[in-house]
Nanobody, 120 residues
Framework: QVQLVESGGGLVQPGGSLRLSCAASGIIGYGTVGWYRQAPGKQRELVAAITNFGSTNYADSVKGRFSISRDNAKNTVYLLMNSLKPEDTAVYYC???????????????WGQGTQVTVSS
């Protein structure tokens, strides 16, 4: 049974950085994993994805600022977020995804997510 547990969120000033973690027991063997986010009043969107072999893809809104990585031995996926902007404020989730084209394909129940708030 796959369980997704996101952590690492918090309050950060514009221009700051955060690293999110997704403990994904059982999901790593399924291939491509992505980070999604949902801002208040908006639909959930996929912002980054990574395959089992380390290939990555990003939404235009985060390209050059966010970096996704994974440690298969630890069943963990990370999202390093730099140069954060107020519009990055959202609850962040992980789940399966499609790399090319970058597309949502969440195959498992959502975790609780982790709140990221970018504000001065």
């Amino acid at each position: 049974q796959v369980q997704l547990v996101e952590s690492g969120g918090g309050l950060v000033q514009p221009g700051g950085s955060l690293r999110l973690s997704c403990a994904a027991s059982g999901i790593i063997g399924y291939g491509t994993v992505g980070w999604y986010r949902q801002a208040p009043g908006k639909q959930r969107e996929l912002v980054a994805a990574i395959t089992n072999f380390g290939s990555t893809n990003y939404a235009d809104s985060v390209k050059g600022r966010f970096s996704i990585s994974r440690d298969n031995a630890k069943n963990t996926v990370y999202l390093l977020m730099n140069s954060l902007k107020p519009e990055d404020t959202a609850v962040y989730y992980c789940n399966t995804a499609i790399l090319q084209p970058l597309s949502s394909q969440p195959d498992f129940p959502w975790g609780q997510g982790t709140q990221v708030t970018v504000s001065s």
